[in-house]
C-alpha cells in the first residue's frame, strides 16, 4: 500500500466510511507492470500474504510468543492499530474508543473477531508494560497488544499501510496514524476506517467487513 500524506489520510478517513481499500493483490499500475511475470502464477491469497502481511515473531501482553500471519491472522477477522503506552497523543482515545467499540461487539470478541494493538516502540513497550496499559484502560478478552523486535514491528507498520508519504512526518511517533486496519482473511477483504470516529459507526464499519461476505450464502 503505498504511502500518503497526513493531511490525505484525514481528509479519506473523515469522509469514507470504512471504504474497501484498492486491492493489495493489485497494487499500483506501475508496480503491476513491472511484476506481472513475477506475480501471475500467484494466488491472491498468497500475494497478499507475501506483500503485506510478514510472518513476523510478536510478544503478547500476556508474554506469549506468536507469528504474526500464522497464528494471528490467518483464517481470522481482525482489527489491528498501532500505539505506545507512553503516548500523549492520539493513542489513547483511540484505545479508549476501541474499548467502547468491543463492548458493543460483545462476546464476539476473541469469538470470530480479533483486536491486535502493536506497539510503535517495541525497545520501550515490553509485555509487562502493555499489560499494564490494557489494564489501566479496561481491555477485555479478545484484545492482545503486541511488542516485538524494532525491525519486525517498522515491517509491519509499512506492511499494513501505517505510513505517511513525508518521511519527516513519518518518523515522528508522536504524530502517527491513528487509523484501524480491518480484515477479513477469508474473504480477502481488508478496508480501514478512523480510530476516533463515533464507537457506533466503527462497530458498524467492522461488522460490514466481517459479516457482509456471508450474507449471500446464508440467504441461498
Known sequence: MTAITRRTWLAVLGLLP????????????????????????????????????????????????????????????????????????ICVPVTANLVRVQKLLGDRVGRDIFFYSITLKPEEDTPEALEKYAALHGVGPGWLFLTGKPEDVELLRKKLGFTYADPLEDANKANHVGMLRLGNEPYLRWAACPGQAHPAWIAKSILLEMDGPTRPAATA
Open 18 to 89: 470504512a471504504a474497501e481499500l484498492v486491492s493489495w493483490a493489485e497494487g499500483s499500475d506501475k508496480n503491476r507492470k513491472k511484476e506481472t511475470h513475477i506475480w501471475e502464477d500467484i494466488p491472491p491469497r498468497e500475494l497478499i500474504r507475501r506483500r503485506h502481511l510478514p510472518d513476523v515473531a510478536l510478544v503478547t501482553h500476556q508474554g506469549k510468543t506468536v507469528r504474526f500471519y500464522e497464528d494471528l491472522v490467518k483464517g481470522k477477522k481482525v482489527v489491528i492499530n498501532f500505539v505506545y503506552t507512553r503516548c500523549q497523543g
